[in-house]
């Protein structure tokens, strides 16, 4: 019988979530600050602890791993925070990675396969940008807005390209993570199977009415886009909630031209972000959303679409069958957030799993899981390396 050890687990997610900790503001480890630093060196000597042979790769990406030949189990996450953010968001996946091998190790249990912890740099992208780390860990391009900031901390492209790991020398990737959402506490669920990260479809939409007097034209003689778009904006948020609960619709920025006290307005410029399992599903809401206004001066285009991310459906499968013989009780899901397994899924089968968020709360200081939720992620996660380590074929 193996079981981790969930006391020395809780007291590291302490120990690492005081680097950079601020009362009231709460853990700030901006990549590649001395905070950072430091933490990482603190996970280093945790992994060395446990038995893993540690590298730091050209970028800053931290890996730990057991000796052996073939494709590695590798579990990661990542070991920046935002400003002012929690100690549990990236670090928890981390640091469960860490006590698996420890707790095999200790019950003298040896892996077929050789077993992998990342700790990622720079998923949060405050400092380069967003999943920077495991971008370059994967080959996934960096985006052209990162290398002014990268070349600001005297990155370059070639230590890039060096940190690039060949998918052919992974089994799978395992992440583990806090649910950042409130669905598993409102539903008194333990684990979250995440069958992959939602897509992401931006539009930069545009209302044209007429600018005019603000004194001299009578109220049935306008054409005031505002009004307008105030009414076109409900709209497409009842049909978003009609459509599935797994959709979501923001609208977090609008201007107003020409934006003066004594003018109607004459244009409105918007954004309408969809977050969905299903680019299709989103396509054709734009697209009734077009249809049903554009007489009245609706027109728009694509800026931003990005595919969602989907999970293996042979490690979905294991995860669940896991929670029932551990009698974990679980809901699959989609995440709404990015991490790190957006770019491990490009080259090698990957898995998502969360567990509870007090209130749906991350990103601050009051980001919050419970002792109980955190040591039952890691036992899950235990046990699926195990059952990973024995199964043979594809996954
Ligand atoms: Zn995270």
Not at 271 to 276: K, Q
Not at 289 to 297: D, K, L, M, R, W
Not at 305 to 331: D, G, H, K, V, Y
């Amino acid at each position: 019988m193996c079981e981790i050890n969930g006391e020395r687990l809780l007291s590291r997610i302490q120990t690492l979530g005081r680097i950079g900790f601020q009362d009231k503001t709460g853990t700030t480890r901006l990549s590649y600050s001395p905070e950072y630093q430091e933490g990482r060196r603190l996970v280093e000597g945790w992994m060395r602890e446990a038995g893993l042979q540690t590298q730091v790769d050209p970028v800053g990406n931290l890996t730990g791993r057991t000796p052996g030949k073939g494709p590695r189990l590798c579990i990661g996450s990542h070991l920046d925070t935002v400003p002012g953010g929690g100690m549990y968001d990236g670090a928890y996946g981390v640091l469960a990675g860490i006590e698996c091998v420890q707790s095999l190790k200790e019950a003298g249990y040896a892996s077929r396969r050789p077993l992998e912890v990342v700790g990622f740099i720079e998923e949060e992208g405050n400092v380069i940008g967003g999943t920077f780390g495991s971008k370059a860990f994967a080959g996934v391009p960096v985006d052209a807005a990162m290398e002014p900031n990268m070349a600001q901390h005297g990155l370059t492209p070639e230590q890039v390209s060096a940190s690039r790991r060949r998918g052919q020398d992974y089994r799978c990737y395992l992440e583990l993570h806090i649910e950042q959402g409130g669905t598993l506490e409102q539903e008194g669920l333990q684990i979250g199977i995440a069958h992959g990260i939602v897509g992401i479809l931006r539009y930069r939409m545009r209302v044209e009415g007429f600018a005019n007097h603000a004194g001299s034209t009578a109220m049935s003689l306008r054409d005031d886009a505002l009004v307008k778009t105030c009414r076109m904006i409900p709209w497409l948020m009842d049909r978003v909630t009609e459509t599935s609960p797994e959709l979501v619709c923001t609208v977090g920025t609008l201007q107003v031209f020409p934006g003066a006290v004594n003018v109607i307005p004459g244009r409105v410029e918007f954004i309408v972000e969809l977050r969905g399992p299903r680019m299709e599903v989103m396509d054709r809401l734009i697209q009734a959303f077009f249809q049903q206004f554009q007489a009245q001066g609706l027109t728009g285009e694509e800026y931003i679409r990005q595919s969602p991310t989907l999970c293996s459906p042979a490690l979905i499968e294991e995860s669940r069958r896991l929670c029932q013989a551990l009698n974990f009780s679980s809901r699959d899901m989609f995440s709404g957030a990015g991490h790190d397994l957006i770019n491990m899924a490009q080259i090698t089968p990957s898995m998502l799993l969360f567990i509870p968020s007090r209130k749906g709360i991350s990103h601050s200081i009051q980001e919050y899981s419970a002792p109980a939720d955190l040591v039952r992620g890691a036992r899950l996660l235990l046990e699926l390396v195990k059952t990973l380590d024995q199964k043979e074929g594809a996954l």
